[in-house]
């Protein structure tokens, strides 16, 4: 059942994210030396998950990649990929490691990976670290990658691997608290412990801001130059928005389902709810 649903979710990365299915690479890779005998429930997966999205293109835009056929005049062969590629990851209102700072420690975790690699899982990962660099190169090459981030709180593009990254990020911790502490290793494990702390809680405040206060952010345009404008960031401003014009906090229930919760603006507030 687990090959199944794993080739349902390939199929769709297949023909509904064209561009992410680089990310299936490593997932080959697992399916092809370690279960190659299920290679027939993998492939019936990638078919249930990808021809209605396959009928779908075919009907509404005529092509395999529907409306991804016509973003391929989008994608420039230029030395600007560079930038672009540094931008994805540290724009201040794009980059990745800007909007989570915390899984700057996925690289780390990924170099402590290099060293353990020995099971399938760490060795599914290891591979998957150049498949995510290829990933971003891939939206370095896209010319509209910094129009991505208009009325979008974060990376955009980069959504598809943070799980991966995550677990780079557990790798890091688990190797620095997961095994018994000595006189010699305590000093150095309590200074990881801050630093790692710091990085969770900016994240968190971060991520807060963006589910409490983007949506009534006025301005949710961008362009190049805003996206490294560090004096126009999103998130200073979503805050500074939300944090002077919020009048209250409502909460609505209706059990069994979760609380929802509304904020209400000054009526003067442009983008008031």
């Known amino acids: 059942m687990n090959i199944l649903l794993l080739g349902i979710v390939s199929g769709l990365f297949i023909f509904n994210r064209p561009p992410d299915s680089v990310l299936l690479i490593p997932v080959v890779f697992y399916i092809l030396w370690y279960q190659r005998a299920k290679l027939i429930q993998y492939i019936s997966g990638g078919l249930i998950g990808g021809l209605p999205f396959l009928y779908y293109n075919y009907s509404v835009f005529g092509n395999v990649f529907g409306g991804y056929n016509e973003n391929i005049k989008f994608f420039v062969m230029s030395t600007d990929f560079i930038k672009n590629f540094v931008g994805l990851l540290i724009a201040p209102n794009v980059g990745l490691f800007i909007f989570c700072p915390v899984l700057i420690l996925s690289i780390v975790g990924f170099f402590k990976l290099l060293q353990v690699h020995n099971g399938k899982t760490e060795q599914v990962l290891l591979i998957f670290g150049p498949v995510l660099i290829l990933q971003v190169l891939v939206y370095s090459f896209f010319s509209l990658w910094d129009s991505s ?35 010699h290793t305590l000093g150095k494990k ?46 200073t401003g979503s805050y500074s928005y939300g944090s002077g014009n919020v009048t209250g906090i409502y909460v609505y229930t209706l059990p069994p389902l979760p609380p929802l919760f509304q904020y209400r603006f000054h009526p003067t507030s442009p983008g008031n709810s």
């Open 190 to 235: 309590n200074i990881v412990l801050v630093v790692a702390g710091i990085l969770i809680l900016v994240s968190v405040i971060i991520q807060f801001i963006g589910v409490s206060y983007y949506l009534y952010y006025p301005d949710k345009t961008m362009s190049e130059e805003r996206v490294w404008n560090w004096s126009d960031s999103i998130i």
């Open 149 to 183: 981030a208009a009325y979008c709180y974060g990376p955009r593009f980069l959504t598809g691997f943070v799980p991966v990254l995550g677990f780079y990020t557990g790798f890091f911790l688990n190797n620095y608290f997961g095994t018994p502490q000595t006189t």
